[in-house]
């Protein structure tokens, strides 16, 4: 399995662009998450969905962020407009399962995110 | 209010020895506690997930510990290589009824040649 796949892998855009960040779970996982992390506040999760459904999207700063599941196998993270304190690596991670203990989450490889 | 408290923040040690690294927490009601390691670059990777019921889990090298009654956890590395050098993440989760994932910081160790 080639694990959990995010798309761009570094991004560098002006302060006030879109952006839209990609993510492909690992084939058969329910639950995927979108998390950032930053040096100041380490990781964060932002929302998670089950079977494509946003569950909890608590985490996510500001109307500026949103996120979409339109299958199984794609999910995307917008920021609009993009500003310089989004700037951090977001990771989406996927999941067989949720919370009980033998459910591992596998973390993609991150988007690194630089908004000037 | 659910915190995670990581210490020490950073620790560098020689190859060869052993580090232990600490986790307190205030969370509740506790589902599982997770040790995560990062390397530089790359998405965390699970180490260990422990229950309330657990008291200690290996994996490797690496062996972690939780007491409920204290809601402290430990990682203890034994025999630290190179490739130990990463931050470690400690993440507990609460539920049921509201599950959420609650973050420390994480301590970044070093291991020196």
């Known amino acids: 399995d080639a694990g959990v796949i995010q798309s761009p892998r570094h991004e560098v855009t002006e302060m006030g662009q879109e952006v839209t960040l990609r993510c492909k779970p690992i084939s058969g996982h329910d639950y995927l998450f979108w998390y950032r992390q930053t040096m100041m506040r380490g990781l964060e999760l932002l929302i998670y969905f089950n079977n494509n459904v946003p569950i909890d999207d608590s985490g996510m700063p500001e109307d500026r962020f949103s996120a979409k599941m339109p299958n199984a196998s794609f999910s995307t993270l917008k920021i609009q407009p993009s500003e310089p304190r989004d700037s951090a690596v977001y990771f989406c991670?996927?999941?067989?399962?949720?919370?009980?203990?033998?459910?591992?989450?596998?973390f993609g490889p991150g988007t690194r995110l630089t908004v000037t | 209010k659910n915190q995670v408290e990581q210490s020490p923040q950073s620790l560098i040690i020689l190859e060869g020895k052993n580090c232990t690294l600490q986790c307190n927490y205030t969370v509740s009601p506790f589902s599982n506690l997770r040790w995560y390691k990062q390397d530089t670059g790359r998405g965390p990777v699970s180490l260990t997930i422990m229950t309330f019921s657990e008291n200690t889990k290996s994996n490797g090298r690496y062996t972690a510990t939780l007491d409920a009654d204290t809601k402290q956890s430990s990682l203890h590395i034994t025999a630290s290589q190179l490739s130990d050098s990463a931050s470690y993440i400690c993440?507990?989760?609460?539920?049921?009824?509201?599950?959420?994932?609650?973050f420390g910081t994480g301590t970044r160790l070093k291991v020196l040649a």
């Open positions: 993440v507990v989760s609460s539920g049921p009824g509201t599950y959420k994932y609650i």
């Open positions: 991670a996927s999941s067989p399962g949720l919370f009980l203990s033998s459910y591992e989450q596998y």
